[in-house]
């Protein structure tokens, strides 16, 4: 992550706020900052959302493609993601330096889709084992200020609601080559399902008590933290321990229980959020990056 | 032209517009607060995002850096999502690299980097989505996010793309008449003293066409400048209304 250099007294500093249940930006050790969310940002893709975070700043966009399906898997779809750290972000990123942050990033979002549950995979098949859709989830990061992962599974989640996949007719001929054609009104199309996909909530360690939405500032004051995966009813799909320090039992265990609170909190404002949007329709203004 | 009509017997484009007419175009100055400049530029369909860092001390290896002047580094990339196909690498091929420089040839022209000796200017230019223009998109929103930064420049630097279609130069081309027309001529140019930056162009044109091309995309170019002047004293206007002057 793009690194910011703090000294020994302002760790003191964010320390014992965090503490007394205070960090340095007024917010209690559970609070999210300030988010903003847009879906259909970019116009070319089947499905985009933005998602502000503070100064974090991630753009993810959706192409959905025809393709062969896994042959353990025959009659279902799959994701396909691909993390780009942008030179936007910080100069380090420039050339291949963002490689190594992105392939982390995706192989976290990999092990948080795996799961069955999350989105349902039958939906994005179109003949099986010959044909079926394949859904490349690019997300773009444009500014760094922590909790990146957090910030893209909202991002994530937002552009599969707003998914749009053209429905599909399959047309035999008489020596039995299969025909797709796809359907041209762009209104005819199919969205996902996505109740069930998880968000995930990043908590750091610092000192005895742990944060959500942890700042670059607060990040390097931690020495190890947790990644949980909830779904809506509160089920943890996925768990991962990132960092060189230790925890003990007792902390990660905590830790669960505020990750699951944190992240069934987080669902119902956000499902009810990309509703409103959806009801707006025509009348609601485009501002993207303009605004 | 065989195929798609690039200019029907009107005199009207694919997408309805005159052939000296320029692409709607809408622009933004610092979009990010955490870069020294940035800029995004909306030009019809194409949506390019310039981010700049600068100057600072020449990051990697010493040898880069100048004892008269600053070194100026640029990256073009695109998202993977920007074109109608998927596109595997945002960045790192070979047209990417060679827009890459094509972009430090154009800003060593206009920045005044007599200034910063010894030091570092990085500009990189994200394509979000590519309709035709790319270059001319991103040297524009480049332009804006390098005066967004505070540095100097002699002039702001204006791109155009122009195409020749049945004896008549088409200016802002999208894509399908980028890929249709075979000649596409890309322009940078700084308006005040009619200085030309770049000049490109790969394709075959016989002689005579060349002089009223360059024309219609320097006339292009002049009219492109005076949007971004209008963007940029806007910009100036908000920001000291922001700050109470």
Known sequence: ?291 | MAGLELLSDQGYRLDGRKPSELRKIQARMGVFAQADGSAYIEQGNTKALAVVYGPHEVRGSRNKTLHDRAVINCQYSMATFSTAERKRRPHGDRKSSEMSLHLKQTFEAAILTQLYPRSQIDIYVKILQSDGGNYSACVNAATLAVIDAGIPMRDYVCACSAGFVEDTPLVDLCHAEESGSGTALALALLPRGGQIALLQMDARLHQDHLDPLMEAAMTACRSLGQVLDGVVRQHLQEVSVLTGE
């Open chain 1, 1 to 291: 992550m793009a690194a910011v250099q703090i000294c020994e007294a302002e760790k003191v500093y964010i320390m014992h706020g965090v503490r007394d249940d205070l960090r340095v930006d007024g917010r209690g050790c559970e609070d999210y900052r300030h988010m903003e969310i847009e879906t259909d940002v970019v116009s070319n893709t089947d499905g985009s959302a933005r998602v502000k975070m503070g100064y974090t700043d991630i753009l993810v966009g959706i192409k959905a493609e025809i393709g062969k399906p896994r042959p353990m898997v025959p009659d279902e779809g799959y994701l396909e993601f691909f993390v780009d750290c942008s030179a936007n972000a910080t100069p380090e990123f420039e050339g291949r330096g963002g490689e190594e942050l992105g392939s982390e990033i995706s192989s976290t979002l990999y092990k948080v889709f795996s799961n069955r549950n999350s989105l349902d995979m039958k939906a994005l098949c179109i003949a099986p084992g010959e044909h079926c859709w394949v859904l490349y989830v690019d997300v773009l990061l444009l500014q760094c200020d922590g909790n990146l992962l957090d910030a893209t599974s909202v991002a994530i989640k937002a552009a599969l609601f707003s998914t749009r996949i053209p429905k599909v007719h399959i047309s035999e001929d008489e020596e039995g080559t299969k025909e797709l054609e796809l359907s041209d009104d762009p209104y005819d199309c199919m969205r996902l399902e996505v109740e069930d996909v998880p968000c995930i909530v990043t908590l750091c360690k610092i000192g005895h008590r742990h944060v959500v939405d942890a700042t670059l500032q607060e990040k390097a004051c931690s020495m190890a933290s947790l990644l949980i995966s909830v779904t809506r009813k509160g089920t943890v799909t996925c768990i991962r321990k990132v960092g060189g320090g230790s925890l003990d039992p007792e902390s990660i265990f905590e830790m669960t229980e505020t990750g699951k609170r944190v992240g069934k909190a987080l669902h119902a404002p956000l499902m009810k959020l990309l509703q409103e949007e959806e009801m707006l329709g025509k009348k609601k203004q485009k501002v993207g990056f303009l605004g």
